[in-house]
């Protein structure tokens, strides 16, 4: 089995999963050609998300998957959505599937697998989420399903965290709200661009952390970022955004093959990658 499949976003140059589909497939005995289609490289703004489809569409390419600052933009190029997408009113994983094109997201599953695995016993009592973007209302998401009792959710944008607030029945906040917030939760996930390497820094000031704290990163380029280093640092348990990168990866790759792919071996690869 042969298949053609890419990325749609900003600043995706140090992305690792065109290597992890790559790899998958071919211990799967398929061949993949997974291209990066980066939107400063091309020179093309967020809002051409549908031209690109189109193109990638007509050259017989089984799907893409979107990231920053596509994943609202493309619903609109899009034929049908899954459960999830449509709740999230995001997508990161487009298949086209003859004619149509249908939307599905991997990051709540992506966050909630990753969270299982790696913090299984988390005190998730009183959780701090800064983002309301996509991967913030994903995280929420998943949040809940994983039995998260409140939730604050902080974001710039007040419309934003009082909808993603609304989907766990958390509370919103803006980011003055913060030294307040961190200064009593049990757990800490961040969830906004800042950190990427195209977006250096830290998403709020990291004095605020405490040791009895456990705090996750949806950022995994780089995977050590400035909010992980200060957060072991403050020796809080960590957990980086890594295996959400992994495990949406596995969803991504079930949903462009048809096939089931090795969670376990593509960790490992990922680790790989990582040193």
Not at 6 to 20: D, E, N, Q, R
Not at 110 to 124: C, I, K, T
């Amino acid at each position: 089995m042969r298949y053609l499949v890419g990325l749609i976003g900003s600043g995706i140059g140090p992305s690792l999963t065109p290597a992890l589909h790559e790899r998958e497939a071919a211990e799967l005995g398929m061949h993949c050609e997974y291209r990066r289609l980066d939107l400063d490289v091309l020179r093309v703004p967020a809002r051409d998300v549908g031209r690109l489809l189109d193109r990638v569409r007509s050259q017989g390419w089984a799907g893409v998957n979107v990231t920053h600052p596509c994943k609202q933009l493309v619903l609109a190029h899009l034929d049908e959505l899954d459960p999830d997408a449509r709740e999230l009113g995001a997508v990161n994983t487009v298949v086209f599937d003859g004619t149509r094109a249908v939307g599905h997201n991997t990051d709540t599953s992506g966050f909630g697998r990753s969270l299982a695995r790696f913090l299984p016993d988390a005190d998730l009592d009183r959780v701090v989420l800064v983002g309301a973007g996509g991967a913030g209302a994903a995280v929420a998401h998943a949040l809940g399903r994983a039995g998260v009792r409140s939730v604050a959710v902080v974001d710039v944008d007040p419309s934003r965290a009082a909808a993603v607030a609304a989907v766990v029945g958390g509370s919103a906040h803006g980011p003055a709200d913060l030294p307040e917030l961190l200064a009593d939760a049990t757990g800490i996930v961040h969830a906004t661009p800042t950190g990427m390497a195209a977006h250096p820094g830290v998403p709020f000031d990291v004095s605020l952390l405490r040791p009895a704290q456990w705090v996750a990163e949806v950022v995994y380029r780089p995977l050590e970022t400035p909010l992980v280093v200060a957060a072991r640092s403050c020796r809080c348990r960590v957990l980086t955004g890594g295996g959400m990168a992994v495990f949406q990866a596995v969803d991504a790759f079930r949903w462009f093959t048809g096939v089931e792919p090795d969670a376990e071996r593509m960790l490992r690869h990922f680790e790989e990658l990582v040193r």
